[in-house]
Structures are given as C-alpha cells and as structure tokens.
C-alpha cells in the first residue's frame, strides 16, 4: 500500500507491506521528524476516523 502523508513540513510517501492478516510485516520511511511510532499513530487515528479516502 503507498500512502500520501501529509506532515507538518509537507506530503510525503509512504509504503506499508501487509502479511494475509493485515499486520504490517514492512515499511519504507523517508527521513521524517516524527518517529515512526508517530507516523504509523497517526496513520491509524486517521484510518480510525474515516478520513481516508
């Protein structure tokens, strides 16, 4: 899955690599500010809350 992230400092792309039952086994991060712990946080409030397109 390749995500568009938008941070603080502007939009930047993210892969995700699902196993068969949707845990994330990789990831590709470019250099951010936000650990990725942050990054993934946040990706998932926003999932959680519908705002996904």
């Known amino acids: 899955m390749t995500v568009l992230l938008q941070t603080p400092t502007g939009q930047t792309v993210l892969r995700l690599l699902f196993n068969q039952t949707f845990q994330i086994v990789g990831y590709d991060l470019p ?12 990706f998932v409030q926003v999932l959680a809350n519908k705002q996904a397109p």
């Open 31 to 42: 250099d951010l500010t936000e650990s990725p712990e942050q990054v993934a946080g946040d």
